[in-house]
């Protein structure tokens, strides 16, 4: 069976966010799968703390980072442009299973690691240029249950509710169509006894001059 196990069969639900393309699997990996690959991402992938410009000054980002693709997959965000670490076999073999379960090719994945509940992102959408106008990002999370919240990028009455769902260990997420354009993400602080989570993006970066 491998790793990863048959997680084609499980089901997609899907989460009712007006003009969103929202859907999700709370169990797309089993415990042992993900607890698996828990142990090898930490391990293997070369975190690193990359720089963003909030309120027009660099800082530190508040969790570790690493940035993985095709070698034609260079991504430019917070206006620093990251040039892609190559896939270790895991990631490849993951990958070609997150492809076939979203239905979406991927050349990238973007790996966070939360190294605890003090670690965190802030609000902002994935509509980078590289991506396209209506990008499919699967996000897929391990280790610690995190809250992962959405918001409308603007509202005429001024107010942004914030719509949220807890991301549990070995859950796929999927944002597709207007979901980028419409809406922000994030993913707040949480407790200080939260654990250690891992999240991989998997996005189709658009090679410049393609």
């Known amino acids: 069976m491998g790793l990863f196990g048959d997680n084609v069969s499980k089901v ?18 089993d415990q042992a799968e993900a607890d698996a ?3 090898d991402l930490l391990e293997s992938i ?3 703390t990359h720089r963003i410009r ?9 969790r570790l980072s690493c940035w993985i693709g095709d070698a034609d997959a260079s991504y ?3 206006r620093t442009r990251f040039e892609p670490h190559p896939w270790s076999a895991t990631l490849a073999s993951l990958r070609s299973r997150v492809e076939v379960a979203c239905g979406a090719r991927f050349n990238s994945v973007l790996a966070n690691l939360y190294r605890s509940g ?10 980078e240029p590289e991506l396209g106008p209506q990008p499919v990002i699967a996000s ?16 005429g009455s001024g107010r942004r509710d914030a719509f949220g769902i807890d991301l549990p260990h ?22 200080a006894s939260a654990g250690a989570r891992i999240n991989l993006t998997f996005r189709w970066i658009h090679p410049r001059g393609a």
């Open 12 to 29: 997609w639900q899907t989460i009712p966010l007006p003009g969103a393309q929202l859907r999700w699997i709370p169990h797309w990996l």
């Open 37 to 39: 690959l828990f142990a």
């Open 46 to 48: 070369a975190w690193e």
């Open 54 to 62: 909030i309120f027009g000054r660099e800082v530190d980002s508040p």
């Open 76 to 78: 430019t965000y917070s």
């Open 118 to 127: 003090q670690d965190s992102m802030g609000w902002h959408s994935d509509n």
């Open 140 to 155: 897929l999370s391990l280790g610690a249950e995190r809250r992962f919240r959405l918001r409308l990028r603007t509202s």
């Open 170 to 191: 070995g859950s796929l997420l999927c944002m597709a169509g207007e979901t980028q354009r419409l809406y922000q993400h994030d993913l707040p602080r949480a407790g």
